[in-house]
């Protein structure tokens, strides 16, 4: 047996399968690569990157290309096969006197055997795992050689690509009608950043709110009409002066009598600056026009509106016209970072962890941040607009204005009312249930 036409032989098939290891080393480099790196490669620069971007903007032909090739490669490597390395192996075979009689069809086997394990770890697992931890670094550095072959093979990919939307029209498919990021592809990266270090704890936690809030309405964030602190025209200056002193908020609505009669909304720290003793308060000289929101606005168009006119505070109307709360800058912010308690003031946080499994809750809380603690994706009735907060929740629920110690289970939970702020729901206790009956209420 001539050695040399067997060692060219080895040296053909482990050359196909380095050449199959490299075209499966392109496409998974191409198809995984995060467009977002490569923009930012090719704007220094690199012409690698360019050369990648426009394979991933239209990458059909170089699929194409590549499956022409590994083809090409699987039926060279199938004509070589190894024919002439399974008889070399036979001869050798022979001279055991046990194994005479099987020594092609082991030969063979062995051959077969070897071929195909290189084949799958040198031309396909190392390959696409080496692309899949770099793959931005191998795409800028294969995509330029890769488009030439993709010229070069143009006609036959252009044929290929024709014959395969044909199919797909004759199945009936359609590409699909996605965005090129999602926001859950976006918030799994921020997940697994957070876990590598990559992002802080409260970076995620951050994202993660601005994400909520983009579901939100202002209904959700305002401060309710029953807890808004406000200045009445009609009232003695010392009065007033005593409400802005004692609440240090930062503005207070301006009315006459009523809510409803609103005349403007003055800020303190301008209003004290400019007071005198002795002297008028001068309110009404202090109002400033505000902003007036619907009540179903999106939160993000609020904070848009913001921007626009450079005011920071709204107030919320019904769809009466009425007064049914107010939303500042100040609302938004404390959403995204967490509470902020105005300087002296002292105030509970909206969920607190028990020991036993249990959270204390305020009624106040916002549905999608209920939504985020009880890890659920929805609640009976939300899509009707009839809630916006845990309290609105219960109150739709059960179907009536529930008093201290009423409770029910619903989705494995027991929402039980700890305290009630007259007709308003002010602190539930949430626990964990076991029993099945998601209707299962109590009034006491």
Known sequence: MDTASISTEIVI??????????FALTEMAIVSSRKSRLENMAASGSKGAQAALKLTEEPTPLLSAVQIGITLIGILTGAFGGAKLSVFLASLL????????????????????????????????????????????????????????????????????????????????????????????????????AQHGVFEKSEREMVEKIFVLGDMRVGALMTPRTQIKWLDIEDNDQYNLRIIRNTNHLFFPLARGTLDDIMGVVYSNELLSNYVPGRPLQLEKAARQPLYIPKNTPALKVLEKFQETGIYVALVVDEYGGISGLISLYDIAEH??????????????????????????????????????????????????????LGGFIVSYLGHIPSAADYFIWSGYRFEIVDMDKARVDKVLITRSFMQDENTHQSE
Do not use: C
């Open 94 to 193: 022979n001279t055991l006197p046990f194994l005479r009689g099987y020594s092609d069809a082991i030969s063979l086997a062995i051959v077969v055997g070897t071929i195909t394990y290189l084949s799958l770890i040198i031309g396909e697992l190392v390959p696409k795992k080496l692309a899949l931890n770099n793959p931005e670094k191998i795409a800028t550095a294969v995509a330029r050689p890769m488009s030439a072959f993709v010229r070069i093979n143009r006609p036959l990919v252009h044929l290929l690509g024709l014959s395969t939307n044909m199919v797909m029209k004759l199945l009936g498919a359609k590409p699909p009608e996605e965005p090129p990021v999602t926001e859950e592809e976006v918030r799994v990266l921020i997940g697994q950043g």
């Open 13 to 22: 098939i482990l050359v196909l399968i380095l050449a199959n290891g490299l």
């Open 336 to 389: 995204i970072v967490g509470d902020m308690p105005y300087l002296g003031e002292d105030e509970d946080p909206d969920i607190v962890a028990r020991d036993d499994g249990s959270w204390l809750v305020d009624g106040m809380l916002s549905a999608e941040e209920l939504k985020e603690l009880l890890d659920i994706d929805r609640l009976p009735g939300e899509e009707r607009g009839y809630f916006q907060t």
